[in-house]
């Protein structure tokens, strides 16, 4: 989908009404429409891009300044006793809306500890697969700089090395 029919690309131009709480020149805030709680938010980048992993370094960092303002402004607003602050990348993580955003939901101690640990079961992975995922993890994250994808170039040392790359699999 392109930033002409996507939603949320239609609603920082103003051609779709949203309560707006915030914006700057790359950001855009507005209370979500389905929330989970009095004040939960959608933080926005105004230019379109999907993931956060398609966004540069400069646009994320701007959009968390943002998210930061958002949530404190909504934290204060709500006198909510604290924050979750959510964000999902494709439809296998649960993104329903094809443009990065992050939830800012108020939460208040009332209502119990919903979280991340509460929703996802958690998954007990020996110590030899923990060091194997920590070790292709930094590996990876090596190199990744300015760039909005992955590089795929490979060298001369890595093309040799294809055949022989370990792999990483996990049941669920």
């Known amino acids: 989908m392109d930033e002409k029919q996507c939603l949320f690309c239609r ?6 009404p949203s309560k707006k709480v915030y914006e700057d020149s790359e950001s855009f805030a ?7 709680n ?3 938010v ?5 230019k379109h891009v ?3 992993t398609e966004a540069s370094e400069e646009d994320v960092s701007s959009l968390a300044k943002a998210l930061r303002r958002v949530a404190i402004a909504a934290q204060k607003a709500t006198n909510a006793d604290g924050l979750s602050i959510l964000q999902n990348n494709g439809h296998a993580a649960g993104q329903i809306v094809a443009h990065l955003h992050f939830h800012v939901i108020p939460r208040f101690s009332s209502e119990g500890p919903p979280s991340l640990e509460a929703v996802l ?5 020996d110590e030899e697969s923990m060091n194997r995922i920590a070790s292709l993890i930094s590996e990876n994250a090596k190199g990744i700089g300015e760039t909005a994808k992955p590089n795929t170039e490979k060298t001369e040392k890595e093309s040799a090395a294809e055949g022989k790359k370990e792999e990483i699999s996990f049941e669920f």
Not at 30 to 36: A, E, G, S, V
Not at 42 to 46: E, H
């Open 11 to 16: 609603i920082a131009r103003g051609e779709i």
């Open 30 to 36: 507005f209370l979500d429409i389905n929330p989970r």
């Open 38 to 40: 009095p004040g939960h």
């Open 42 to 46: 959608l933080v926005i980048p105004k």
């Open 50 to 52: 999907v993931t956060i």
């Open 121 to 125: 079961q958690v998954k007990k992975f």
